[in-house]
């Protein structure tokens, strides 16, 4: 099986407000990335965590432990994250989870 | 000066001679020396005569040794009727080519050894590959002594010209043997002369090797520690380790070293994992009056991605309580964290058999786990034989399908947060109860079923359309049947590809 390869972008669109844009597949091999960049995202400056997931082909549950590991790691911090895109496959995934009613999640999507 | 009519005159000739860079013994027609030049005065002292071998035809080449030099010797027709030997001292020569055949057997030697000991990563082959490479180049007979397993007895293998042989030693004999303890302890080899080869005891060659003239005990430098040892042995009358061979036999022990203790250092983490991946085997599912249970679990192929799927039936005065789960990760961490949540499950049922309860309570336990990241997705049923009524509980995990006896497929209403993720401890779950009538059968699996990678492109998820629409054709077949088909159904969409864990498990009514 061809993998997609595992892609983070990070902007600030606001100074306060951090946007990380995931793509690819979000998986064993892949989560580490993000898990080690988690502790530098925490900013003094961040009050918003933006995760766009739109791009992301594939999350394992090593994906998603990494999210909800973000999703901690912004809460002791504090700011809120937000999930400002995804797909149909993974509102599912956080459906089956029950993470949809932990996470914040676009309105459009769930 | 005369004319000459047949033959040039004797001053010509010991011109042209004397000038040769070569040595030259010219010869008349009856074979009497004529001309010995400087050059061949110079090489052979003595009488050159008895170097000349009339028995070869002119042009022939040969070569003979002069005390502790070689000469190379022609025969050539010289002008008319003489006969000339041209003399050429190739001592140097020769021994530069000796030493270039030796060097080029040392790497052809070394190039082998490499080629054969990195072609497996078991303990035991490696170290045969290390006495057969041994015998021959380096000795008559090779005997690798492994590490001592445990604290009594280690292992031997030898290669001679009685074959492979192996067997194990006390460990205290290795003192028998000079400087074998020693390198086993990992101590710098000892040259070859320091060792008296007399003292070798019996077992250490194989029968009829006959008395032993040359003895070398070589350490196996292993990953930090000593992999073992090399004694290499040679007959009596045979030549000994010169330098070259005991440099060359100390770069090979290097590597053969090098060799063994990777294959012990990966036959110990397969043995672990072997171990772990136990755990994780599905135990056989128990035989329950009106009821079929069935199972299947494959697991991912990799050794190193043991996955953490798992599923158990455990035995309950009221009836049985099947489980599946799947845990976070993959690896040794992985099993070892499904085994804390089979066992955490065995000891609670003891107190509890709600699956609802169950679930907060795991989760609970997950969240004081001094691991990391110790996420569970996990179904509880908890059955009824007699009503043929199922209560379950569904966390983080999709939810179990029914199929019903006339082949209409539902998703059972039950959903549930992940175990073990969200620090506060709340979980939120809506369990379901539900009544198999005879004929209907209810379908545990995890994700590596509906996320199997395949179909005509090779990467589109299986889905749990396909696994409902292929459950749907199983109406009225035995669990056994049902969970065999939609195994082979999943695995022709994988057509070969890498999977992850996959597990089913059907539980149906039949009565």
Not at chain 1, 20 to 40: K, N
Not at chain 2, 27 to 52: H, K, Q, T, W, Y
Not at chain 2, 118 to 141: F, H, I, K, P, V
Request: proline share 6%; net charge negative; glycine share 8%.
């Amino acid at each position: 099986m061809e993998t997609a390869p595992f892609l983070i972008e990070i902007e600030n669109p606001e100074p306060d407000t951090t946007r990380l844009t995931l793509s690819g597949d979000f998986d064993y091999t892949t989560s580490a990335d993000l898990a080690a960049m988690t502790p530098t995202l925490m900013t003094s400056a961040l009050r918003v965590l933006e995760v766009d997931l739109t791009g992301v082909t594939f999350i394992d549950s090593s994906g998603l432990a990494t999210l909800i590991h973000l999703y901690h790691a912004a809460e002791e911090h504090p700011a809120e994250m937000r999930f400002v895109g995804m797909t149909p496959y993974i509102a599912h995934l956080f459906e089956v989870t029950a993470l949809d009613q932990v996470f914040n999640l676009p309105t459009s999507a769930a | 000066m005369d004319s000459v009519t047949h033959a040039p005159s004797t001053e010509v000739l010991r011109a042209i001679v004397e000038a040769a860079a070569d040595g030259v013994v010219l010869c008349d027609a009856d074979g009497a020396v004529v001309l010995v030049n400087a050059a061949a005065r110079e090489m052979v002292p003595g009488d050159v005569i008895s170097l000349l071998d009339r028995a070869r035809e002119p042009g022939e080449t040969y070569e003979t040794a002069l005390g502790d030099r070689l000469l190379r010797v022609r025969r050539e027709i010289f002008g008319i009727v003489h006969q000339a030997w041209y003399l050429r001292d190739v001592t140097n020569e020769t021994a530069r080519a000796d030493a270039l055949r030796a060097e080029r057997e040392r790497t052809q030697f070394l190039v082998e050894a490499g080629r054969r000991l990195s072609a497996s990563l078991n303990t035991r082959r490696c170290a045969r590959a290390t006495a057969e490479l041994a015998t021959g180049l380096l000795a008559d007979a090779a005997m690798v002594v492994l590490p001592p397993g445990g604290l009594r007895r280690t292992a031997w293998l030898r290669s001679s010209d009685a074959g492979l042989e192996e067997g194990d030693i006390p460990v205290a004999h290795a003192d028998q043997v000079p400087g074998l303890a020693e390198a086993l302890a990992g101590f710098p080899p000892v040259p070859s002369r320091w060792l008296d080869p007399h003292q070798a005891p019996e077992w250490l060659l194989p029968a009829g090797f006959g008395p032993v003239g040359h003895l070398l005990v070589t350490p196996l430098p292993g990953n930090g520690v000593p992999a073992g040892a090399l004694v290499l042995a040679r007959r009596e009358g045979g030549a000994g380790f010169d330098d070259e061979t005991e440099t060359l036999v100390r770069v090979f022990a290097a590597r053969a070293g090098a060799a063994i203790s990777a294959a012990v250092l990966y036959q110990e983490q397969s043995a672990t994992n072997a171990i772990l991946a136990g755990d994780l085997r599905p135990p056989p599912l128990p035989v329950v009056e009106g009821l079929e249970l069935a199972g299947s679990l494959r697991s991912a192929q990799q050794t190193a991605l043991i996955g953490g799927d798992f599923y158990d039936a455990l035995p309950t005065p009221d009836g049985p309580l099947v489980t599946l789960g799947d845990v976070c990760g993959k690896g040794p961490r992985a099993a070892v964290l499904a085994g804390q949540v089979r066992h955490s499950l065995r000891a609670l049922l003891l107190l509890e058999r709600d699956p609802e309860q169950l679930m907060h309570l795991i989760n609970k336990a997950l969240l004081s786990s001094y691991t990391p990241r110790s996420h569970v997705t996990l179904v509880l049923a908890a059955i009824h034989p007699g009503e043929g009524v199922i209560d379950l509980a569904v966390a983080g995990h999709p939810a179990p399908l029914l199929l019903r006896a006339d082949g209409a497929v539902e998703e059972v209403d039950a959903r549930g947060t992940l175990l073990g993720a969200i620090k506060s401890g709340a979980i939120s779950l809506r369990t379901a109860s539900i009544e198999l009538a005879p004929g209907d059968l209810l379908l545990l699996y995890s994700d590596g079923i509906t996320e199997a990678f395949g179909g005509p492109t090779g990467r589109e998820m299986y889905g749990s359309d396909r696994l409902k629409t292929a459950l749907a054709t199983c109406a009225g077949m035995p669990a056994t049947a049902v969970v065999e088909r939609l195994e082979q159904l999943n695995s022709d969409w994988l057509a070969g590809g890498v999977f992850d864990d996959r597990a089913l498990l059907a539980i149906r009514r039949s009565r």
